[in-house]
């Protein structure tokens, strides 16, 4: 089979016989698997991505809002903003989470060995969605893995996120900051039970993302969410990976279930599907 470079070469003496335009040259040098090597860089760079493309077929995300609905209605009232883990529950969630449509993108990312760590279906509901605090994720995993480098969100719009009702933020390029310090705050209007300290907003990157598409985040970066002030409901599903090189804490992670989803099983941890 003829690579990519070799048909750029080809490509290269047809085009200086006939005149045809060099930006008609194949692009695929420049990518990955699913990501051109300039949304990589970005990545490492600023901690974040915004993936503007559909992450599944119609079809295919219609059933995953059908999944939600279900468990939406067997949660009912008691919601209370997200639902933690139903793939442990559900197990026609593991077709989405590990999918190659998902897989492929954390690959590029975290390269080809993953397991699956944890999914949550987040939901802010009209004018009343509480805020979420400025915070690491790997702030409130301490102790569980030896390493925090490798570790991916997917966060995927089963509504359209935008400012209005409360899509999420962060602050750029925070992912390699170490941790922060943290304060108490109001629990009745907040998620979380703390934020970070002494936060500049202005720095502030807002994920404005249709349904359907995704953002991806690194573990580290700062990132909140405003409250939903629309008459519009916010809901995401939230897939969490990690490198299969990261070591899991067993007595900080009691009961949790693992899935090798790519590659090679390196650190040893048990996972459910080995």
């Not at 990955?32 to 990589?40: D, F, I, P, Y």
């Not at 359209?160 to 310090?181: A, D, L, Q, Y």
């Not at 502030?204 to 939903?228: M, P, Q, W």
């Amino acid at each position: 089979m003829i690579g990519i470079k070799q048909k750029n070469f080809i490509l290269k003496n047809i085009i200086l016989r006939s005149g045809i335009p060099k930006i008609h040259l194949l692009q695929e040098e420049n990518t990955l698997g699913t990501l051109t090597k300039q949304e990589v860089d970005f990545f490492k760079k600023e901690g974040y991505l915004l993936h503007h493309k559909p992450l599944f077929s119609e079809e295919k995300l219609d059933q995953l809002n059908t999944i939600f609905e279900e468990h939406l209605a067997e949660k009912g009232d008691k919601l209370s903003d997200e639902l933690d883990t139903p793939h442990f529950r559900d197990k026609r969630l593991l077709d989405y989470l590990l999918s190659k449509e998902a897989l492929d993108l954390v690959e590029d990312l975290i390269g080809p060995d993953i397991l699956l760590w944890s999914s949550h279906f987040i939901c802010k509901d009209p004018y009343k969605g509480r805020m979420t605090p400025w915070h690491e994720d790997s702030s409130y995993w301490q102790g569980r893995f030896d390493k925090y480098d490798g570790i991916v969100t997917i966060w995927l719009a089963l509504d359209r996120s935008n400012k209005e009702n409360g899509c999420m933020r962060v602050i750029p390029g925070t992912h390699t900051n170490g941790f922060s310090e943290y304060e108490a705050v109001d629990k009745s209007v907040n998620t979380f039970h703390a934020q970070i300290k002494n936060m500049d907003e202005s720095k502030a990157v807002y994920f404005e993302i249709e349904k359907g598409e995704c953002s991806l985040h690194d573990s580290r970066i700062i990132h909140g969410a405003t409250a939903n002030t629309s008459p519009y409901r916010r809901c995401g599903y939230t897939m969490r990976f990690i490198s299969a090189s990261t070591k899991m804490n067993l007595d900080r992670n009691p009961g949790w279930k693992f899935w090798l989803a790519r590659g090679e099983n390196i650190a040893g941890n048990p996972c459910e599907n080995i």
